[in-house]
């Protein structure tokens, strides 16, 4: 009996050894053929070395997009094959390329997952995803095997451009482009030192307020946001910064009247709420003094499926030039946005948001009508 014991744990010790033997150098060959990087979220994840194949989810196919990243892309989202809006520039570049790719899932707002069957059935190296949640990533990539990156932008009020660079940066060295996120990285620098060039001794500041914010669909005139990143990026005096709470607001038409602001930026995405609202009630926009002195402006959102950071960009500029006209005297803002897109995204694409009605523009007021000249 003790012979049989024997024999039997010699074996056991025989195929533990076989299997350490065989699995070894597979294991090692593994761990040499993959990194550890730390994400946008600060989490740890083990990717390969060699990224050839990725899925974008949330916003990342306009990360890819920036860093000339598309022939990677081996699935997307169905909202990326969905008619363009005037908000989702990056759309314009990768339509030819998006026709034909497989859909991994629905996308857009919601907190919607992909379909793992899918997405594992089109055999990514890596998957990107810009404006998941956390916890949501960690599900994808326990259920699909299948290493996730979080990227990011900053908190949504205030549009952090270090993190927005830190991203191009992390996702540039995964898939081989460092040295396009380099360029990026430094054309956005090199604008941001440009509008604080231009206006950081800058003695009178008017006070502007933004409304007309999308937030989770369209809103009127009262939907505004503190701290709004390109109004920050020109150092306007933003009233909204005066709420306590950062971010996204719903405030009173009254609240408005008693900042009643010297310039109002309008977001072009809520005109159309913004015009019902002037014809049911003309007097409360009559009592706003920008309306009155015809320095009511439109611009583009730069929200549409997350940040649009060309756009941004391009707002920032738009809104310098109309509250500080001397030091932005050489800047023609759709010349200047076109620049910006072109550099971004590979396409020009200002035609495309005038067309949609996003255009920039001043809003006339006039009994009962808006229109943008």
Do not use: C
């Amino acid at each position: 009996m003790a012979g049989i014991k024997q024999h039997h744990l010699t074996l056991v010790l025989f195929f533990q050894i076989f299997l350490v033997a065989t699995l070894a150098p597979a294991w090692a060959a593994k761990q040499q053929n993959s990194t550890i990087i730390t994400d946008a979220a600060g989490r740890t994840v083990t990717i390969p070395t060699s990224v050839k194949r990725i899925i974008p989810l949330g916003g990342a196919l306009r990360f890819v997009t920036y860093l000339q990243g598309l022939d990677l892309v081996v699935g997307v989202e169905a909202l990326e094959k969905k008619p363009l809006d005037g908000g989702r520039l990056y759309g314009l570049a990768v339509a030819e390329k998006v026709k034909n790719l497989p859909v991994i899932g629905e996308g857009g707002p919601g907190g919607k997952l992909p379909d793992f069957e899918q997405l594992i059935a089109v055999h990514p190296d890596l998957i990107v995803a810009v404006g998941v949640d956390k916890a949501q990533v960690e599900t994808i990539q326990d259920k699909t095997g299948i290493p996730a990156v979080l990227l990011g932008t900053g908190a949504m009020a205030a549009l952090d451009l270090k993190a927005i660079k830190e991203s191009l940066t992390l996702l540039g060295s995964i898939i081989g482009r460092s040295e396009r996120a380099a360029t990026l990285t430094a054309s956005i620098g090199g604008l941001e030192a440009d509008l604080a060039r231009r206006t950081s001794a800058l003695s009178t500041r008017p006070t502007a307020y933004v409304g007309a914010i999308g937030y989770r669909g369209k809103h009127g005139i009262t939907s505004t946001e503190s701290h709004y990143a390109p109004l920050t990026w020109v150092g306007g005096n933003n009233v909204t910064d005066a709420i306590t709470q950062p971010g996204h607001a719903f405030i009173d038409q009254e609240k408005l009247l008693f900042w009643n602001p010297e310039f109002i930026f309008l977001d072009a995405g809520g005109m159309d709420m913004v015009k019902d609202d002037y014809a049911k009630n003309p007097a409360f926009y009559a009592a706003l003094k920008a309306v009155g002195a015809g320095r009511v402006f439109v611009m583009p959102p730069y929200n549409s499926y997350h940040t649009n950071i060309e756009t941004a960009l391009a707002d920032a500029f738009f809104l310098g030039k109309a509250l500080y006209p001397e030091a932005f005297a050489d800047i023609e803002p759709a010349k200047k946005a076109e620049a910006i897109f072109e550099f971004f995204l590979g396409v020009k694409a200002y035609a495309h948001l005038e067309k949609a009605g996003y255009g920039f523009g001043r809003a006339v007021f006039d009994n009962g009508t808006i229109t943008i000249r």
